[in-house]
């Protein structure tokens, strides 16, 4: 069975330090990975992704992750936090090699992150 | 680009109304999407998939007959909540992808639905 676990409820940092939001997963197969962002009363936007090759993946906002296969890791990160950045973050895995249909995703149960000026 | 539309933003409605929301992808042709329902502050639960053209397939525990779900161009996607009862108040968000397993979901900015 897959999952997505992210270990921490919510994430506070002030403004101009490093920003990290923790994700792991566990799948079978090779996974494809995506980081998306909520804001109050929005939608998901999708922020990145990681399918194959380079481990650090850049995506939106001045935002990165790497993947780190051995310990099935997938961890957003931001070298400057702004106030903006505050939201709710979502870490999502689509497994490969298997029947799933048509691109479903397993979401994580979300990071509020807080950034104080 | 990869805009999706979800209107209502916000319905409030008496208990046994059917309520329809529609989503639409604006600069892509979503082959497949995706409804989901979120408590506060909780993650997405997925309710259902459809493919343009075929019927939904509805999630462990989704009522099919409760969530009518109609994809009927590559465009548009529907989902009614037909005789609306106070416990299906909830934050629905809608998404869609164009297909290709590498491809992200383009999400909807959802729908708040309060039943009296």
């Known amino acids: 069975a897959q999952s997505v676990a992210q270990p921490e409820d919510q994430v506070n940092v002030a403004e101009g330090n490093p920003l990290t939001v923790k994700c792991t997963y566990s799948v079978s197969g090779n996974p494809y990975l995506f980081w998306y962002v909520q804001y109050p009363n929005r939608g998901l936007q999708f922020l990145l992704k990681?399918?194959?090759?380079?481990?650090l993946v850049k995506g939106s906002y001045g935002f990165e992750a790497e993947f780190n296969k051995s310990q099935t890791s997938f961890h957003l990160k931001k070298p400057s936090a702004l106030v903006s950045d505050s939201a709710l973050y979502f870490c999502a895995v689509r497994p490969l090699g298997t029947t799933d249909s048509w691109g479903k995703l397993q979401f994580g149960a979300g990071t509020q992150v807080v950034v104080t000026p | 680009g990869a805009v999706v539309s979800q209107h209502p933003s916000w319905v409030i409605c008496k208990s046994g109304t059917s309520v329809k929301i529609e989503c639409r992808s604006l600069?892509?042709?979503?082959?497949?999407m995706f409804w989901y329902r979120q408590f506060p502050k909780q993650s997405l639960m997925l309710m259902a998939t459809s493919n343009e053209g075929s019927k939904a397939t509805y999630e462990q525990g989704v009522e099919k007959d409760k969530f009518l779900i109609n994809h009927a161009s590559l465009t548009l996607s529907t989902l009614t909540v037909t005789s609306a009862h106070p416990e299906d108040s909830s934050f629905y968000i809608c998404?869609?992808?164009?297909?290709?397993?590498?491809?992200?979901?383009?999400f909807g900015d959802g729908t708040r639905l309060s039943i009296l």
């Open positions: 600069d892509f042709q979503a082959t497949t």
């Open positions: 990681y399918i194959t090759g380079d481990n």
């Open positions: 998404s869609g992808t164009g297909g290709g397993s590498n491809q992200p979901q383009h």
